[in-house]
């Protein structure tokens, strides 16, 4: 009798400790600063790091970032450290799948994933697979939330040394997820969805009027393995042309950005070899909206500012940054033809947004400098406080062979009545085109 | 003034309905979208000098009325376009009022002509055969007033392709309508005066509306809808570029750019309703909906470009234009008799005045039903796009009918003729069936596109037929292959695109036989292919995209080659500069049946190879003229236009 007591005791325990345990990597995954802000040698909050003091910080930057300012393209503004809280929701989500999900035991198959982040750990060197589950976590992660868009998206095309914007393209652009879903109706996915897919994007052109209404359409299944399905609505052919993936890894639309960049990557793991490459603190472009000293050039009829750009060429944002955690992150491409070596991304522990990736050539050689700039979304459009997500609010591709980039600037909106569901079927591209 | 005030009204109605919905709707875009482009297409035509000076100016509006009339995204949209053509001011030698001259038609061979003309060319209205021969002698059908029928403003028809070689030709009037009203009595089918030809965007159609419709939905669950569009539009069907196969609804223009402008800018906008019903996603398929489309408007067929214009698809329009002088005028053929068929001791063949109302084109019966119309189911499934079409439609492209009332040339007597080159043009009703797919085979990084279409009703040339014409069912495909494709040595960070594709097309009833002297029955070809590739590249954040089109017609021999640079210069100016050169067989290549042996008024047409001189039917006498047009198509017999073309355009 007192042997089955210790034992179930014991049991409970155990369970207890275990529960304990997961509890603890959830929240450290989510709330890596509820101990407190990282720090690094000299670095204060409000202080200006340029050439003058690069070296200094040389560790807590990235490569090209610590480049650009040791060559006085632009000077980073240190701003405090602070938390990017994602939606409960998401977060519960990785609380009730903990433990349950594993990766398959091909590249792009993964097993017993509901919704959340599907593997919280934190990442280990001696394991042979973390990086393809950091990739998990990203593809998976909560950008942009269920569904969301930019409405509208500029991008300006420009040279680095001579500052001209030679191209002006003005967007909207539609984010939705099919399934693994924890905020919006439905949760956690929609009912007729015969291709099982997993997301989808929905680009439309506004402006100038040689790709006025070209429009793109991704959508993405929820098998890894199987390839996007991409169509693009071409105004002058009026015709829906179905992409080969060749243009995925194409200049879209001219500019310094292929599909597959969009949010950082936007392909599938299984395109991909994926390496964690270690965890590290560096400085990162998370930000408030509403605290920067904002563009004047495109005011929004509600009084919306976007994000302003200056240093050498206007191609870098005029935000503020903050120390992180990152996990570092490599993906070098299957497909021997791919146009780039590899990307080493620096992902952010805490929302698993991508907001730097460094692009590499076929040769190795550095060629793309990727930068997605942070905006916390209680300090930013009214319609985000709340929602938990981290949002994409300002970019810049900057080709450092060419020496030329495209910038961003955002208006996110997590808002559903902008992404309905009827918005990402390829009728809906041979409606909205003329 | 019938126009001015067709114009007046038409502004007046886009203004209104712009006016009604901007003060009374609850707009989602606060201000009207515009915008536009002006532009001017300059080409030069090598051998002849100007053949385009095109100045263009387009303005497109749109409006979101959000919520309106109980449909959702309530939206009016329209296009305007205004177009100068200066070629008919600046070459007008060539294609304006001073162009053509006066001709002499061939007598192959004729010792008769080599004796009164001093060689083989007898002028215009001067024909052995006519008013050249022995007053008296010459039956009335043979005999035309040249006084009213002058020898000025002629071209020979094919002279700027081929030489006669022994065929027969016509005698073309190439001056602008209001210059030369010869052969343009056809009743609003390729009767242009000058200035329809400089601005041809203001006609009783109201072409300068490109389009103004308004569109909206209605839903109907979360995922379904209807959808409605209403207006002057374009409907395009299909996935293919260059080949319109299904793409049927709305006719083109051809008389822009032959088939080398976008079909965009070229489809003929009609007034058209749309109703759709979007299921979006369901148990089964990816995305599905139902359209059903209703041309209301009076039926337009393709403008295939008026004779004596830079731009005529075949060279048809010559054709029609010459057989229509031939039939209201009366006409000179070359080489249409054999000089020994009149009793003359002479080897040759001699050219024949025709008098009007003998052989050519009386009228054209243009259908009057608002009945065009079709379905179109469309969606995706395991991630293949896929529809299946129906349309009834009234064939585009012209059909001559021989069964009209003539004068048999050499008795007088009025009566339909068989086998006689007298025609009224037609344009028969054809039901189309078809369907298209794309699809992407990852294994190869490459996207398939496939058309296909079964059609019954269509007309063909047919000289078989007493009446010169039959039906054939057809068959037409298009294969599509895409691949963007890496070629480091003129491109590391940008891959190229590579387009291909081949149509087929495959007559079911084709009719050709062999003759006494050669084939006879339909000149088109029972299975022909064509072949397109382009390889596009872009350069310089794609601001310089240098482009090669080539094409191919396996049959006709012939082909294009197009290279040209596209050069954005900022977000307002663009500059393309390219070349259009034929290689490959000409016009000249191609002869078929021309039915000068048909012998329509037996016996006196009837030749030496005809077993019963008391029967009509051709025996096959061949010439380059009038069929082997369609056996060259539309890139052999383009091949004497090659051109460089320069487009500047700025846009706002």
């Known amino acids: 009798m007192f042997k089955k007591t210790a034992t179930t005791l014991a049991l409970a325990a155990a369970i207890g400790s275990s529960q304990s345990a997961m509890a603890d990597v959830v929240d450290n995954s989510f709330y890596p600063y509820k101990d407190g802000a990282p720090s690094f040698p000299g670095l204060e909050v409000g202080m200006t790091i340029n050439a003058s003091n690069a070296d200094q910080f040389k560790d807590a930057l990235d490569p090209a970032t610590y480049e650009q300012l040791k060559n006085g393209w632009w000077e980073m503004q240190v701003a405090e450290t602070t938390s990017f809280d994602l939606y409960p929701a998401y977060v519960e989500a990785t609380r009730s799948g903990m433990g349950k999900v594993s990766l398959g035991d091909e590249l792009g198959q993964i097993n017993g994933f509901v919704a959340g982040r599907p593997f919280p750990e934190e990442p280990s060197a001696d394991d042979p697979r973390a990086g393809e589950k950091l990739a998990w976590n990203y593809k998976y992660g909560y950008n942009w939330g269920d569904s969301a868009a930019i409405y509208p998206f500029y991008w300006k095309y420009r040279d680095l040394e001579s500052g001209k914007v030679e191209r002006t393209l003005k967007y909207n652009f539609h984010f939705l997820n099919y399934k693994h879903r924890v905020q919006h109706d439905p949760v956690p996915e929609f009912a007729d969805n015969p291709s099982d897919l997993f997301r989808a994007i929905y680009v439309q052109v506004l402006e100038p009027f040689d790709v006025k209404n070209t429009q793109l359409l991704i959508h993405r299944s929820s098998d890894d393995q199987t390839a996007d399905n991409t169509w693009l609505y071409l105004g002058f052919q009026r015709r829906v042309r179905r992409l080969s993936s060749g243009q995925i890894t194409d200049a879209f639309l001219g500019a310094d950005i292929m599909i597959e960049d969009f949010e950082g990557y936007n392909g599938r793991i299984s395109d991909m070899n994926w390496t964690y490459k270690g965890t590290k603190n560096i400085m990162l472009p998370f930000f408030n909206h509403n605290d920067l000293e904002l563009a004047t050039d495109l005011v929004e009829s509600d009084g919306y500012q976007f994000v302003d750009f200056g240093g050498k060429g206007g191609c870098f944002p005029k935000i503020t940054w903050q120390l992180r955690k990152v996990y570092v992150l490599e993906s070098d491409p299957i497909d021997e033809n791919h146009p780039i070596s590899k990307r080493v991304h620096y992902v952010d522990a805490q929302t698993f947004t991508l907001p730097r990736t460094l692009i590499y050539d076929r040769k190795g050689d550095l060629w793309k400098s990727w930068l997605i700039g942070q905006a916390h979304p209680d300090h930013h459009l009214e319609k985000n406080k709340g929602t938990g997500v981290s949002i994409d609010d300002a970019f810049s591709m900057l080709d450092i062979q060419a020496g030329h980039c495209t910038t961003g600037q955002f208006k996110g909106q997590v808002d559903p009545e902008l992404n309905q569901v009827k918005l990402f079927t390829v009728q809906n591209m041979r409606a909205k085109g003329r | ?652």
């Open chain 2, 1 to 652: 003034m019938k126009k001015i005030s067709k114009i007046l009204t038409a502004l007046g109605s886009t203004t209104l309905l712009a006016g009604v919905g901007a003060t009374g709707a609850h707009a989602q875009d606060e201000q009207w979208d515009t915008a536009g482009f002006v532009e001017n297409a300059t080409f030069y035509r090598d051998g002849v000098g100007l053949s385009k000076s095109r100045n263009t100016g387009q303005f497109e509006f749109s409006k979101d009325f959000g919520k309106k009339f109980g449909m959702n995204n309530f939206r009016v949209s329209g296009t305007l376009r205004a177009t100068y053509d200066a070629v008919y001011d600046l070459n007008s030698e060539d294609y304006g009022h001073d162009a053509g001259g006066s001709r002499s038609f061939e007598n192959f061979g004729s010792t008769t002509a080599q004796a009164i003309y001093g060689g083989t060319d007898s002028p215009w209205g001067q024909s052995i055969l006519g008013n050249g021969g022995p007053p008296g002698a010459i039956p009335p059908g043979f005999l035309y007033d040249v006084s009213s029928n002058p020898n000025r403003g002629l071209k020979v028809l094919g002279e700027d392709m081929h030489d006669p070689m022994g065929g027969v030709t016509i005698g073309v009037p190439v001056r602008p309508c209001d210059k030369d009203s010869r052969g343009c009595g056809l009743d609003d089918y390729m009767d242009y005066d000058t200035n329809d030809l400089r601005f041809p965007e203001f006609n009783d159609e109201l072409d300068f509306i490109r389009e103004l419709y308004f569109e909206g939905s209605v839903p109907t669950g979360d995922m379904s809808e209807w959808f409605f569009r209403v207006g002057k539009q374009q409907v395009v069907w299909g996935r293919t570029d260059l080949f319109r196969v299904l793409d049927v609804i709305n006719p083109v223009d051809f008389s822009r750019q032959n088939i080398y402008d976008e079909l965009e800018d070229i489809r003929i906008p009609q007034w058209i309703a749309t109703a759709e019903y979007r299921w979006g996603a369901t148990d089964i398929f990816d995305d599905l909906n139902l359209q059903v489309v209703w041309n209301f408007d009076q039926f337009r067929p393709n403008d295939l470009g008026q004779g004596g214009t830079p731009y005529s698809i075949l060279d048809a329009g010559s054709f029609f234009r010459a057989m229509n002088n031939c039939w209201e005028n009366g006409c000179t053929v070359s080489n249409f008799v054999p000089a020994g068929a009149i009793g003359l001791d002479d080897p040759g063949l001699i050219a024949a005045d025709f008098a009007p109302g003998v052989i050519g084109i009386r009228k054209v019966d243009m259908p009057s039903g608002h009945d065009q119309g079709g379905i179109k189911l469309e969606g995706v499934y395991k991630s293949v796009g896929f529809s299946l079409n129906y349309y009834h439609y009234y064939q585009q492209l012209p059909t001559l009918r021989g069964d009209i009332e003539s004068m048999n040339a050499f008795t007088g007597e009025i009566a339909d003729w068989d086998h006689l080159i007298a025609f009224d043009i037609n344009f028969p009703e054809v039901d189309l069936f078809g369907g298209s797919l794309d699809f992407y085979i990852d294994a190869i990084k490459t996207v398939f596109r496939v058309e296909a279409t079964y059609t019954q009703g269509e007309e063909f040339a047919n000289s078989i037929e007493p009446d010169l014409y039959s039906e054939s069912d057809v068959m037409r495909w298009v294969l599509g292959v895409d691949r963007n494709t890496f070629i480091p040595f003129l491109n590391k960070k940008r891959a190229f695109l590579i387009s291909g594709q081949v149509f087929g097309q495959h007559l079911l009833d084709h009719e050709l036989e062999k003759a006494p002297l050669g084939d006879i029955g339909m000149p088109d070809w029972e299975d022909n292919y064509i072949a397109t590739l382009l390889i596009k590249g872009w350069y310089k954040s794609d601001t310089i995209s240098p482009q090669i089109i080539m094409a191919y017609d396996y049959e006709a021999e012939a082909g294009t080659v197009a290279p040209s640079v596209d050069w954005l210069i900022n977000d307002n100016w663009r500059l393309i500069v390219g070349f259009n050169i034929k290689f490959g067989d000409g016009m000249g290549d191609q002869e078929f049946d021309d039915c000068r042996t048909c012998n329509p008024f037996p016996p006196f047409t009837a030749s030496p190879a005809h077993a019963d001189p008391m029967q009509s039917g051709s025996v096959g006498l061949s010439g380059v003229q009038p069929l082997g047009r369609f056996r060259s198509g539309p890139l052999g017999s383009a091949s004497e236009e090659d051109e460089f073309q320069v487009t500047l355009r700025y846009r706002f």
